[in-house]
């Protein structure tokens, strides 16, 4: 094992999937709205890409804040106590910049969670969304029909 590893403990992925991330610059990549939890980021650390809320560094005091990546996603997040950690962001996958026959983009019809993971939502209504006491606080399948990043 070595310094990094031991450092990258599970505890630390918790911490940081509690506090969330702050971007030194907005995102346009990032998940937003869909089925199930939004507004998160893939994050490659020590190997392991998770999926982390983020956040506006106006909106958020969380320690976490993820400098902006240079060539092919490299970055670093530091924390509040100076600790600076070195992390990658997955590219955006090359066939979001397909569309159908028909006009649809590729990426509206599926996404690319973590860093190989492909997701689609084929019935984009849900039995508990249609009453906000009842659905998932964190939900947006909604929203994201409605915007027409969905099909
Ligand atoms: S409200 Fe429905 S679609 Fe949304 S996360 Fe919950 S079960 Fe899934």
């Known amino acids: 094992m070595n310094e990094l ?6 505890q630390f992925i918790t911490e940081l999937q509690s506090q969330g991330l702050r971007l030194e610059e ?22 392991r890409t998770v999926m982390i809320p983020i956040f506006k560094s106006s909106e958020n005091e969380s320690p ?25 962001f997955p590219s955006q996958p090359r ?8 006009g ?4 509206h019809i599926a996404t690319l969670h973590s860093s190989d993971v492909l997701a689609t939502t084929v019935l984009q209504s849900c039995v508990r969304y ?9 939900c947006a ?3 994201s029909l409605e915007a027409g990043r969905t099909i």
């Open 141 to 143: 399948i909604g929203q």
């Open 95 to 102: 066939f979001y910049d397909l569309k159908t026959s028909d």
């Open 104 to 107: 649809i983009p590729y990426s």
């Open 5 to 10: 590893s031991s450092f990258i403990s599970p």
């Open 130 to 138: 249609t009453n906000r006491k009842k659905s998932c606080q964190f």
């Open 64 to 88: 976490f804040v993820a400098c902006t990546p240079k060539e092919h996603g490299i970055s670093y997040i530091r924390h509040s106590s100076g600790r600076v950690i070195p992390v990658s």
């Open 26 to 47: 907005p995102d346009k990549n990032a998940r937003r709205g869909g089925a199930g939890p939004s507004d998160l980021k893939a994050v490659t650390i020590d190997g």
